[in-house]
Each structure stands twice: as C-alpha cells, then as structure tokens.
C-alpha cells in the first residue's frame, strides 16, 4: 500500500551521489561476506571462461607480434589488433553484458532484502532470482548484443547504451517486467535522471581501471589468462560499491517518479518470491 503525500509535508529531497555511494559502501561494509559470496557464485567460474576464451584468443598473436621477423612482426600487430577487436566482444558480451547484470539483479535482490531490514542469504538470493531469470535474460541478452555491437563500432555507442540499459537487471526484479519493455523502462528511468546513473557509472569505471592497473601491474600482460583473471577478481571485490549504490540510486528515482515508497518496494519482494 504506497503513502498519501500530505501537501503540508516537504518533499522528501533526493540524494546526491555521494550520499548513495556512501550508503551503498556502509551497506557492503556491514554485509561483506555474502554480498561477496553472491558475486562470486557466477562471476568466478565466468571470469574464468573468459580469461581461458582471451588467452586462446589472443596468445598465438602476442607470440608473433614480438617476434624478430619484422614482417610476421607487422603481421602479427594486425592481427593482435583483429584479436583484439574480438577478444572486446567477447568479454563485452559474456562478462560485462550478460554476467554482471545477472550478479546486478542477485545484488539488487538482496539491497532490497536489506533495505526491509531483511538478511536473506546468498543461496535464498539467488533462488529468488532464478524465479524471473526468463524474464530477465529476456531483457539481459538483446541489451548484450546491442552495447556489445555499440563497442565494437567506435565504442561511444556502446558506452552510450550501457548507460541507457542500467537499470534492466532491477527493472526485471523489482517490477517484474521482461523483454523489450524492460529496456524501454530502464531507458526512461536513465534519461530522467542521466547525471547521477552517469556518474555513479563513471564510479564503476574508474574502479574497473584501478583494477585493471593493479592487474597490469602485478601480472606480465603477457600472461594473457593470469592478467584477465585477477583483473576480474579485483573488479569484484570492489563491484558491490557501484552496484549496491546503482540500485539505491534507481529506488529514489522510482520515489522522485513514482512515489515508490518501502510498501511498495515490501510488495513488490513478495511478489517476487510468490512468482
């Protein structure tokens, strides 16, 4: 049952992002072990698919791109380019369109969970998720497909659609909605509020480079596979952040828009689990 807005109250003001990244880390702070254990359910075995996918990928080119032929050399950088090219697909399409937002929505499950003052588990979680995971590969996939390909053409594209696609894996979850009609609802709820989703991306960027670096800098790029998955396993450690504060970030503009309130949200998780 959603709440009479009495005229004589002050709208409730919306939270900065610094405020919601704030929460999102006291959250993951203060449940640590199974939000970690929820990611690395899915994101460890893929992490590890996609790194042995990219060392196949891109190991025999490597060799000979560094070879002393200066042709097989200048052969060999076109096709670590081409390789390259792919090894991009691939990873934007397995890991980052399809993988991450399945661990999104096992994320988003358990922040509502939480934010009731619940403390279900990662096993309860993830069982939760599996209710709507037609629905949610539904919308998930043609999302992998288009930021994939939008990567692939000079990468804004791609960028671009990703942001418009944030708020698919909640969308799915919380309001029980698949398909096409899940990116168009995660489309208008984006450009409602495109500022905050674009920086609390950002925020997931720039701890993806940090990882990255860290990875690079610990691993000799040219162990291919090794470099990936530690690369991965640092992002997830630090993925709870962005995406705890990601699904904070589409509750309060669902409260701005509307006025989605903790019945609401109460309801919607007992939909869920009745589905």
């Known amino acids: 049952m959603s709440e009479t807005l009495d005229p004589q109250v002050p709208p409730v003001p919306e939270k900065g992002v610094a405020d919601l990244l704030s ?32 060392s196949a990928i891109l190991g025999p080119t490597v060799a000979l791109a560094a070879s002393a032929d200066p042709s097989a050399a200048l052969g060999g950088g076109l096709s670590v380019y081409l390789f390259g090219l792919l090894g991009t697909l691939v990873t934007a399409f397995f890991l ?27 096993r309860e979680v993830w069982m939760l998720l599996f209710r709507r995971l037609g629905k949610l590969l539904s919308a998930v996939i043609p999302a992998a497909f288009l930021v994939a390909i939008g990567c692939v053409f000079f990468l804004i594209p791609g960028l671009v659609l990703a942001l418009l696609f944030a708020f698919v894996s909640p969308v799915v979850l919380i309001e029980g909605i698949g398909g096409r009609a899940a990116l168009e609802r995660s489309v208008a709820l984006v450009r409602s509020d495109w500022l905050r989703v674009t920086l609390v991306v950002l925020v997931f960027g720039l701890l993806r480079g940090i990882a990255q670096v860290v990875a690079s800098a610990l691993v000799p790029q040219s162990a291919i596979f090794a470099s990936s998955l530690f690369g991965d396993l640092i992002t997830m450690v630090l993925l709870p952040v962005p995406v705890l504060g990601m699904v904070l970030l589409y ?23 009745g589905a």
């Not at 999102?24 to 790194?51: D, E, G, N, W």
């Not at 994320?107 to 279900?120: C, E």
């Open 23 to 54: 929460e999102a880390f006291q959250l993951y702070r203060a449940h640590a072990k199974p939000l970690l254990i929820t990611c690395a359910l899915l994101l460890v075995p893929a992490s590890i698919i996609k790194s042995l996918a990219l």
């Open 96 to 122: 980052y369109g399809i993988i991450v937002p399945l661990t999104n929505g096992a994320l988003t499950i358990s922040v509502a969970d939480r934010v009731l003052g619940g403390h279900a588990e990662w």
């Open 251 to 273: 509750f309060d503009v669902r409260r701005k828009r509307d006025n989605f309130t903790p019945d609401n949200l109460r309801a919607d998780l007992e939909a869920l689990k």
